[in-house]
Structure formats: C-alpha cells, structure tokens
C-alpha cells in the first residue's frame, strides 16, 4: 500500500519580506517530508512571474514542488512556453485547472482542466505528475452531481495522475463522493485538501465564493469566538484534527493542506494526529 502522503499549499508573497517569511514556513513544514508543496497562480495568469519565480526557489533549494496553472482564458504559447520553462528545470510536478476568469475580462470562453491535461501530455509526455481539481460538495458551476463526476472522469482519461479536493468539513461528502468515483470507473487517488480554520470571516468570504460548506453548527460556534483568535485557533484545530482523523480511518490516501502561507495550524493538527 502507497505510503500516506502531505503536500503543503502556499500562494506567492508580493513582497520581499512576505517570501523570507514563507521560506521559513517552508522549512519548518519540510521536515513532515511532504510530497510535494504547490504555489497557486493567479486567475487569468496574474501572478505568472510570481508564482513562477518562487517555484523555481523552492526547487534550486531541493524542494519537491508543483506550480499550479491554472489556463484559463490564457495564451496557448504562453501557457506552452511556462511549462517549458518548468521542464527545463527539472520541475516534475503539476497541478493542472482550468480557473476562473479574473472580474472585469468579460465573457471568454475558459480551457476546461481535462483539455489542459491532453494539451500538457500531447506536448511533454510524461514528464508531469498532473494533479487536478476535485469537488465532493461539487464545484459551483456544475450541470449536476455525476456530470461534475463525469468531467472529473474526462482529467483522468486525459492522462491526470491524482486528484486534489476542494476543501470541506463533512467527512461524508468526501466518502460519499469517492463512492462515485469509483462508480464512474475513477482509480487514482483522490487526496481530501485541509483547511485549517484561522479566520472567521475570510473563511465565511471564501467558502461563499468556492461552494465549500461550512455546516451551519459550526458556522455559529465559530461566530461565539468573535476576537477571540486563541480560542478560535484551539477549537478550529481541534475539529479539523477530528475530520482528519476520520478520512485517514476511512481510507484517504494523504492530506493537502491549504496552509495560507502558515505553519502553526497544519502542525498543530499533524501532531494530534501523530504525523508530526
Ligand atoms: P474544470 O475541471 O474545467 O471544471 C470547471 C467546471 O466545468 C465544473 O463545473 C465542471 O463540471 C465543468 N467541466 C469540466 N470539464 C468540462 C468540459 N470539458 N466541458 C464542459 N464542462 C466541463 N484557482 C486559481 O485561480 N488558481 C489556483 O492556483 C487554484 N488552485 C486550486 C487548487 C485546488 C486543489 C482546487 C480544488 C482548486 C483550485 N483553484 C485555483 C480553483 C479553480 O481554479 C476553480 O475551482 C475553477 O472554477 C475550476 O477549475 P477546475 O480546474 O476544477 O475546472
């Protein structure tokens, strides 16, 4: 059986001091050994050079790391030519999405993740280990249940070697949805992605706009903590352990953090666990 995996999720840092920061975040969590860490990319390609640069630091300093890319309403050459760049360098992880349109472009029409996944694999064989998008509570603009099931299907075909999830807080939807999977002839792996709870209100914000579920219990416990950031913190890692506990009983073969460019929450959570 694949040993059980932890990959750390970070965005890029505007600033200078926000990289030096993240860099020692990096090197606390790499003692965990995680598989990989991935560096978001901004929707429309806003953070191209961003997130290009810093995949590149990590991987100078010995790092397994997968840039995101996310096509979009993109160039195909400059789509084409990023990931060149990252071949040359050795750069052998990718997560693979189609994104959203940044506000204000308009309509266009967006490359779904399944033709980016043909298009990666058409143009460098193997060299990737592609990871895509999964959604058990389903991503927001699907047609329905088991077509967003069916697309999921499509990224595999298209040579997609795992899956990362949405974030969640019912362990059911996960199971639940990897039922489905299987159903609908899915294999691969199908890691459930980690959001440690930190911010009220950023989280309630996001969770809106993604279609992740906040169950409405604890969307009021929550809400009682009101400045209280300790005791949000305490109780926030203390449900989101409970959750991991349940899907690695329940088989989930690793766990991908969205760390938010922070260490404290994701150890805090592995050490309950023993993985830390
Ligand atoms: P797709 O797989 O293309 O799916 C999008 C929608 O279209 C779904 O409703 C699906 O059912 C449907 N669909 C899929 N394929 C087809 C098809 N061929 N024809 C018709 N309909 C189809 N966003 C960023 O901007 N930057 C990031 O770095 C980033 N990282 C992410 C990491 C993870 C692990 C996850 C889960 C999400 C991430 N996102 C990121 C968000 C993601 O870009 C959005 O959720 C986006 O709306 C969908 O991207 P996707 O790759 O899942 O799209």
Same mark, same amino acid.
């Given at each position: 059986m694949a040993e059980f995996s932890l990959s750390f999720e970070f965005f890029p840092p505007k600033t200078e001091e926000g990289r030096a920061r993240l860099a020692a975040v990096r090197d606390r969590l790499a003692r965990l050994r995680p598989a990989f860490f991935s560096i978001t990319y901004g929707a429309g390609g806003s953070t191209r050079a961003h997130t290009r640069d810093l995949v590149l630091e990590f991987h100078r300093a010995g790092h397994p790391v997968a840039p995101h890319l996310s096509f979009g309403g993109d160039d195909e050459e400059a789509v084409r030519e990023l990931l060149a760049t990252y071949r040359q360098a050795g750069v052998r992880h990718l997560v693979a999405l189609r994104g959203d349109l940044p506000s /204000?472009?308009? $309509?266009r029409r967006l490359v779904h993740a399944n033709e980016l996944v043909a298009r990666v694999r058409a143009w460098f064989g193997d060299h990737f280990h592609i990871k895509v998008a999964a959604y058990p509570e389903i991503? $927001? @603009?699907? @047609?329905g249940y088991r077509r967003d099931v069916h697309w999921l299907a499509e990224k595999f075909r298209a040579g997609a070697d795992c899956a990362l999830t949405q974030y969640f807080y019912n362990a059911d939807a996960y199971f639940y949805f990897l039922d489905e999977c299987a159903r609908a002839g899915i294999e691969r792996p199908i890691y459930p992605g980690i959001m440690p709870i930190a911010n009220y209100a950023s989280l309630v914000r996001f969770s809106e706009k993604c279609g992740a579920e906040i169950p409405r219990w604890l969307r009021w416990r929550l809400a009682d903590? /009101?400045?209280d950031e300790a005791g949000l913190f305490a109780f926030g890692v203390e449900v989101v352990s409970r959750l991991c506990e349940r899907l690695r009983a329940g088989g989930a073969p690793g766990f991908h953090f969205y760390t938010l460019n922070r260490a404290e929450a994701s150890l805090a959570i592995l050490g309950n666990l023993g993985l830390a």
């Open positions: /204000g472009m308009g $309509p991503h $927001p @603009e699907a @047609e903590f /009101g400045d």
